[in-house]
C-alpha cells in the first residue's frame, strides 16, 4: 500500500506527464535536485550535459529544474524555445557574489588578464566574460588561453585555487566568491568519514576548500563524478558535494554504497524545486526566463567558446 505522500508524488507525475506531452516540453533535471524530481527527468546531468542537451532537444519548451543561471544558460542557447523555471527565486549565492560593476573594476585593474567565469554566474557577467567554464572543464578552458598569462576567475575562489595548483604556468587572479553549501565542510568531518568507511574512495567538488581537496581520490564536477564511480573497481565512496547527487549514483551503481561526510552538503535553492511545482509551472507555463538580447548575444558568445 502506497503512503498519502507517494499516492500525492503518483498525482503529480501523471499531471506532468500529461501536460508534458500537450506542451511538447521537455524535463531538463540537474544532478542536485531532490530525488523524486530526477525520477521524472528526460534528460539529467551537469550544466553541461543539461546546456548540450537543450540545443539537441525536439520541443517547444524546456522546464529546467535547477536553478536561475542554468535556465538562463538554456534560454541564452535556445532563442526559439520556452524555457521555464518551476521556482522563480530559485538562485545561486555564489553567482550573487559577484556584480556587473565590480568585475569592471577589477577588468580596468588587469587589462592584460582573460575573464573565465563559471558558469554559476548571472547572463550578465557572462556577457562581460571571455569565456565561460563549468567545474568540469575549467582546467582544459584556461590551458586553452595561450594568448593570456593571467586569468581573472569569477565568481568562485576554489575554483580558481583548484585550477591555479593544475595550471601553474598561467597566473590566476581570483573572485573571493564561494558555495556556501560546499564551504561548510571541515577536513575533520572527511577524516571522519574516512576512519568510519575504510577502504572507501573519496571523491570532491572542487567547490571545496584546497585542503578538502587534497584528501580526495577524485576531484570533479558532479559529470566526472558519476564517470569516476562507474570505472571505479572500489564499492565504497564518500562524496563530497551536494547531497543530491548520492540519489543518482545510488540508481547507477546499485551495488555500490555512498556516504555523505557532512549534513551540511545541502543547496537550499536547489531543494526548492518539488513536483508540485514542476506541475505548476507547466499547467500555468511558468516562470518564463527570456535574457535581454543585447546581454544574451554577448553570453552566447562566452558559452559558444567553452562549447567549442
Ligand atoms: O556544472 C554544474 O552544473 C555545477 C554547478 C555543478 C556540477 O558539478 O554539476
Not at 32 to 42: G, S, T
Not at 182 to 202: N, R
Request: net charge negative; charged share 25%; proline share 5%.
Amino acid at each position: 500500500m502506497h503512503s498519502p505522500g507517494e499516492d500525492l508524488h503518483e498525482d503529480y507525475i501523471e499531471k506532468i506527464k500529461r501536460l508534458k506531452a500537450q506542451r511538447n516540453a521537455v524535463i531538463l533535471v540537474h544532478n542536485y535536485q531532490l530525488p523524486e524530481v530526477q525520477d521524472i527527468a528526460d534528460i539529467m546531468g551537469d550544466s553541461l550535459d543539461l546546456s548540450r542537451a537543450a540545443i539537441e532537444a525536439d520541443c517547444s519548451v524546456v522546464v529546467f529544474c535547477g536553478v536561475q543561471f542554468m535556465a538562463e544558460i538554456a534560454s541564452i542557447l535556445n532563442p526559439g524555445k520556452i524555457v521555464l523555471l518551476p521556482v522563480e527565486e530559485a538562485g545561486c549565492r555564489a553567482a550573487d557574489m559577484i556584480t556587473v560593476e565590480r568585475l569592471k573594476a577589477m577588468k580596468a585593474q588587469f587589462p592584460d588578464a582573460a575573464v573565465v567565469c563559471y558558469v554559476n554566474s548571472s547572463a550578465a557577467i557572462k556577457a562581460e566574460s571571455d569565456i565561460c567554464c563549468t567545474s568540469r572543464n575549467a582546467i582544459e578552458v584556461v590551458r586553452s588561453l595561450k594568448d593570456y598569462e593571467r586569468v581573472i576567475f569569477i565568481p568562485d575562489g576554489n575554483l580558481a585555487r583548484w585550477v591555479q595548483s593544475r595550471v601553474p604556468d598561467k597566473e590566476m587572479i581570483p573572485w573571493e566568491g564561494f558555495c556556501p553549501t560546499h564551504v561548510m565542510v571541515s577536513k575533520e568531518e572527511i577524516l571522519c568519514s574516512k576512519q568510519q568507511h575504510q577502504g572507501a574512495e573519496f571523491i570532491a567538488h572542487p567547490e571545496c576548500e584546497l585542503d578538502i581537496l587534497a584528501l580526495a581520490d577524485c576531484v570533479g564536477g558532479t559529470g566526472e563524478m558519476l564517470d569516476y564511480v562507474r570505472n571505479s573497481p572500489c564499492r565504497k565512496f564518500i562524496v563530497g558535494t551536494e547531497m543530491g547527487l548520492t540519489h543518482r549514483l545510488k540508481k547507477e551503481n546499485p551495488d555500490k554504497s555512498f556516504y555523505s561526510p557532512s549534513k551540511s552538503f545541502v543547496c537550499p535553492d536547489m531543494k526548492l524545486t518539488t513536483l508540485e511545482k514542476v506541475a505548476h509551472a507547466l499547467e500555468t507555463m511558468t516562470y518564463r526566463i527570456e535574457v535581454p538580447e543585447n546581454i544574451r548575444q554577448r553570453a552566447k558568445v562566452s558559452l559558444d567558446r567553452m562549447l567549442r
